[in-house]
């Protein structure tokens, strides 16, 4: 898990929200490659190939990593670092263990999730029951206009409509940049 790119450059004096400058590495973006997909607003959960669930952890700088803990990345801007833990560890566990009870599902595959539902971030997918969302299956998003203006307006109204957190774009090539309508000023 790498972290992922905002698509427009933070602002130096003010690092929660975003400028209108493109960052580097997601100029592609605006070349138009990639495809825009939903940015659920949840925990990120992720199933490896022995079976095994894990959570999404960041753990801040001169703070104990949790036991099991497994880094990742660390931001040098932040100096957070960023990892996993074992889901059943977490403080997500009992959400994740009820969203995989209320789930026929024919089976999961490895990948990562996100971790949606009541109980998670004040539930602004406003879900009735926990659930998982396969990130690789995200809903995709239109977005014809990739000015600042033309994001920000698609960001903002998906945000408005049913909670949306922002827009994740992901190029063929594996690489991805993500925008969350809290990145805009209001």
């Known amino acids: ?19 209108s400058e493109v960052h580097p590495d997601c100029a592609w973006v605006l070349a138009g490659e990639g495809r825009a997909t939903r940015k659920y607003d949840g925990t990120c959960v992720r199933l490896d190939e022995q079976g095994a669930w894990w959570a999404r952890r960041e753990v801040k700088p001169g703070k104990t990593p949790p036991p099991n803990y497994v880094p990742v990345q660390t931001d040098e801007v932040t100096g957070k670092t960023m990892g996993w833990e074992p889901v059943g560890q977490s403080a ?18 490895p990948g990562s999730y996100e971790l949606v539902g009541p109980k998670i971030n004040g539930n ?52 991805m940049a993500k925008i969350k309508a809290r990145d805009f000023r209001s």
């Open 92 to 109: 997500f566990a009992k959400f994740h263990a009820e969203a995989l009870a209320g789930e026929s599902h024919g089976g999961w595959r």
């Open 124 to 175: 602004p997918e406003r879900r009735r029951a926990h659930g998982l969302v396969a990130h690789a299956t995200a809903e995709s998003i239109a977005v014809k206009d990739l000015s600042f203006e033309g994001v920000r307006t698609v960001v903002l109204a998906a945000a408005e409509a049913d909670g949306c957190e922002g827009i994740v774009w992901h190029h063929e090539d594996g690489r």
């Open 1 to 19: 898990m790498q972290k992922i790119p905002t698509l427009f450059r933070r602002d130096p004096d003010d690092r929660a929200h975003v400028l």
